[in-house]
């Protein structure tokens, strides 16, 4: 990913893999550069929560509105030029307005102001072909088979509300129509099909038809019955359209969907978008959690930010109450299939994007460039003439693909075959100029290596064919490369659990096929939604608040690729892989569901598990401890470490191996667990407790726990970057200046010519403050900017702005600060800080205000 600044607002994309994650425009050579009021950054939309709860919290409507009109009139008095967006009363009470950059200090400041957050936009992913893989295989990981043929489960009398692009109702694997009594029976559409973001307003109708695709797969995943069935094929679906057929939009008119969804009582919500790097605080996971409260299950993507490290998960995932659903790859994939000799052996293989459709007969001999040991395969020139007409294997590694293909292609190459140089299969993309005018295709590094080794013997031909047909996928059950970490920026334990995500076979618009396979977050949220559709339609009387627990309890841990005796991060796959008969028969329940323990500075965590045994007789456990991976201290670059956590049972006091729970009825065990001894301070550990029934057939019950190694607060926030932030920054119509050495005078004149403070912010922020001092006496003028709850840069070159339009504000009493020499002191609290030792601060170069 390019270098990207952060100009407070965050861009995000729906959870699909294919989708790039925006930040702002990327930056010039001295990485400064941002373009305020782009619809990348919005750094004009902001959410204004107002001082009550909700009415969903119980606040009267009243209340919520007489503040808002007091709020306006706050506004208006302090002259901002705002315009107002959207209201909200039900699951979260504020407003969302649009303001000049340059007034954000004044918002942050004015009276009745709880806080104020950045409207994150979501961006619409591009599409990418993959390989087409099977949906039964998906559901069969999660024992969604069973549930529908052996349990006699379909989701019937469920309504899920599927907030997304919309839905192609007229498919007829989710009804052919729309509206009462159909499977898609109602919803809205918030924005219209020409809606592109912000700077095309909304055009609202009653149909929310989806002419994106993105919301038709995962309705399909859902539910769907026909050539693809879902995980609960008999399950109502409205939809709830927040996108056009392309372009962004923005989280305001998402949250508004979900107060629409609330309203309409839906039984369950799935979101597959969200914000990534955010606390449970954003204004999106607060709404969804109220929805949980009120007894509507949300399930909602973790997030694709695996490569960008730790405490990457989303919003509204992220919230308390929301079940953030991590992505496992699908086991199995199905492939156009080529064959090599003597044997006819079946190789099944991807297209290479950039490279003409391979064809579907004819034949060709092969030759190879190197070996599997070379690290380096057709990075350079290759002899001329030396691969005429030939299928030439190649190594993945080294260069870009389309050098390899390019190389190849000049030697005479009439195809490439590219494998993989680690385990399993792989995409790959080799666009670029010249164009290529040979086919390419890619498999898995155990083919390339059983090719290799048949050419090392004598000739071999290859044989392309028409055919297609299912290949085990070597990365199958493993967690997919892009699912993000977390935990939730106050060390609570994110994501929940995981469902197959990678490479999963859905509807899609008739008109675009009818059926796709894609990857990420967004496909494995869906599938928990199925669930707790067929979870409900088991056991109709479970509290929205227990769904969770049911799932984490029963959920199946699942190894790393590189070690099958271990097991990966709790911080990245939750409880483990959705076990769907194992939920719905479950026989007790296991309270707290999962364990965040903090900070270990202070010792041993002890935590009291309650065993409620729901069963007519007698249940005894067996309780042992299985740790999982643990993580360095790189934010970053994750390392993985083998750290176990030392536990150990008691009750009243006394070690216990099993504890005895009578029928109906209920017990305790206290778990005390101890850090590892050799993890680095700030890596991040877990492991699962486990009670195993002893009766049979043995039914095991999980709890997963995480916790910090040492001291939170000692990750710095204000890391330096090789930039120099902080900066002291003037906006140039262009690109940010820093100053000095440009004159640091300011007039104030319209919104462009004031200070700027630039920070990376190397860690989540709880709360920051631009404070204002006079330069040469040091009198306070006080508070400029005061904002709360701030997401961590995605990556080391990114940052924040801050501007300071010569107001400020001291407790309710507004400030004008007058022509003089100053300078901005940035305060940043540290997420969970609690103490000035918390904080860390920078003092700008002083400079000077001089109003015309």
Not at 269 to 277: D, I, K, L
Not at 352 to 379: K, Q, W
Not at 537 to 565: F, M, S
Request: hydrophobic content about 35%; aromatic content about 6%; glycine content about 10%.
């Amino acid at each position: 990913m390019p270098s990207r600044t952060r100009p407070l607002v965050r861009a995000l994309a729906l959870l699909s893999a294919t989708a790039v994650i925006l930040a702002a425009p990327a930056a010039s050579a001295h990485e400064g550069r941002a373009v305020p009021g782009t619809a990348a950054d919005n750094p004009r939309l902001w959410f204004v929560e107002l001082q009550s709860p909700p009415t969903s919290d119980g606040t009267s409507l009243s209340t919520t509105r007489r503040e808002k009109t007091a709020f306006r009139t706050e506004a208006r008095r302090h002259g901002l030029r705002w315009s107002e967006r959207r209201s909200f009363d039900t699951l979260w009470n504020g407003l969302s307005v649009a303001l000049p950059t340059a007034q954000l200090g004044t918002l942050t400041r004015l009276e009745g102001v709880k806080a104020v957050y950045p409207v994150d936009t979501i961006t619409l992913p591009p599409r990418q072909n993959v390989a087409d893989l099977q949906l039964a295989t998906a559901t069969a990981m999660t024992g969604a088979d069973v549930a529908q043929n052996e349990l006699g489960l379909t989701g019937a009398g469920i309504t899920v509300g599927v907030i997304d692009t919309g839905i192609d109702h007229d498919h007829p694997d989710l009804g052919g129509c729309f509206g009462p009594g159909c499977r898609v029976a109602g919803g809205y559409d918030f924005v219209g099909d020409a809606f592109t973001g912000e700077t095309t307003p909304p055009v609202p109708d009653a149909d929310p038809d989806d002419c994106d695709g993105h919301g038709t797969h995962v309705a399909g995943i859902i539910g769907a019955n026909g050539q693809v069935k879902g995980v609960a094929p008999g399950v109502t679906l409205r939809a709830y359209k927040v996108f056009g057929c392309q372009g962004q939009v923005t989280v305001d008119i998402a949250l508004q969907a979900m107060e629409r969804a609330y309203a309409d009582r839906v039984d369950i919500v799935n979101m597959s978008f969200g914000a990534p790097f955010a606390w449970p605080q954003h204004p999106f996971a607060q709404g969804a959690d109220r929805l949980v409260r009120r007894g509507i299950p949300v399930v909602a993507s973790a997030g694709n930010e695996g490569e960008n490290g730790l405490y990457s998960s989303s919003a509204p995932g992220v919230g308390a109450q929301t079940i953030g659903v991590a992505s496992y790859d699908n086991t199995h994939i199905s492939l156009p299939v080529l064959t090599v000799t003597p044997d006819g052996t079946k190789i099944g293989y991807s297209p290479v994007e950039g490279t003409p459709t391979p064809p579907t007969s004819g034949s060709l001999p092969m030759a190879r460039t190197g070996t599997p040991a070379v690290t380096d395969d057709a990075c350079t020139a290759l002899p001329a003439g030396s691969l005429t007409g030939k299928a030439a294997l190649v190594r993945r590694g080294g260069c870009a693909f389309h050098d390899k293909i390019k190389n190849a292609q000049d030697a005479g190459a009439a195809a490439v075959v590219l494998y993989n140089n680690a385990p399993g299969r792989f995409l790959a993309d080799a666009t670029g100029e010249p164009p290529l005018t040979i086919p390419a295709v890619s498999i898995s590094d155990t083919e390339g290596a059983f090719i290799d080794s048949r050419l090392a013997a004598g000739p071999v031909t290859l044989t392309w064919t028409p055919d297609t047909q299912p290949f085990p996928n070597a990365t199958g059950n493993q967690i997919s490369p892009f699912s993000s970490y977390g935990p939730a920026p106050d060390l609570t334990l994110k994501p929940d659990l995981g469902a197959p995500g990678g490479y999963i076979r859905s509807t899609y618009p008739l008109e675009q096929g009818g059926y796709t396979t894609l990857s990420g977050t967004s496909m494995s949220s869906p599938h928990v939604a199925g669930a707790v559709a067929l979870l409900l339609q088991a056991k109709p009387d479970t509290p929205a608040a227990a769904v969770r627990t049911i799932l984490q309890n029963t959920a199946d841990p699942k190894p790393p690729a590189d070690d099958p005796g271990a097991l990966d991060n709790v911080h990245r796959q939750g409880a483990g892989m959705l076990d769907i008969p194992a939920a719905v028969l479950a026989k007790a329940r296991i309270e707290p569901a999962k364990l965040s323990l903090g900070e270990s500075q202070n010792g041993p965590a002890t935590r009291t598990l309650t065993i409620r045994n729901q069963s007519t007789t007698t249940r005894t456990y067996h309780l042992t401890h299985t740790p999982a991976r643990a993580t360095g201290p790189n934010t970053h670059d994750v390392t993985q470490h083998d750290a176990p956590a030392t536990v150990t049972f008691t009750t009243a006091g006394n070690p216990v191996t099993q504890i005895t729970v009578p029928r109906g009825g209920s017990a305790t065990v206290t778990a005390t667990i101890t850090a590892p001894t050799t993890l680095a301070d700030r890596g991040l550990y877990g492991g699962y407790l486990t009670l195993t029934d002893t009766q049979q057939p043995a039914e095991t019950y999980r709890v997963p726990y995480t916790g910090f190694k040492g001291d939170y607060q000692s990750i710095p926030v204000l890391t330096p970057t090789p930039n120099g932030f902080p900066w002291l920054a003037r906006w140039d119509g262009t690109d940010f200046r820093k100053v000095p050495p440009a004159p640091a005078t300011f007039t104030l004149a319209g919104d462009n010519d004031v200070p700027y403070v630039l920070a990376h912010l190397d860690h989540h922020v709880r709360r920051l403050r631009v404070d204002v001092f006079d330069a040469d006496t040091g009198r306070p003028w006080h508070t400029a900017v005061d904002l709360q709850y701030l997401a961590r840069d995605a990556t080391p070159t990114a940052y924040y702005y801050f501007p300071f339009n010569g107001e400020t504000r001291r407790g309710n009493r507004p400030l004008t600060v007058p022509d003089g020499r100053y300078v901005l002191r940035l305060t940043v609290l540290k997420a969970l800080g609690t103490e000035p030792a918390d904080t860390e601060t920078w003092t700008s170069p002083p400079f000077t205000i001089d109003r015309p």
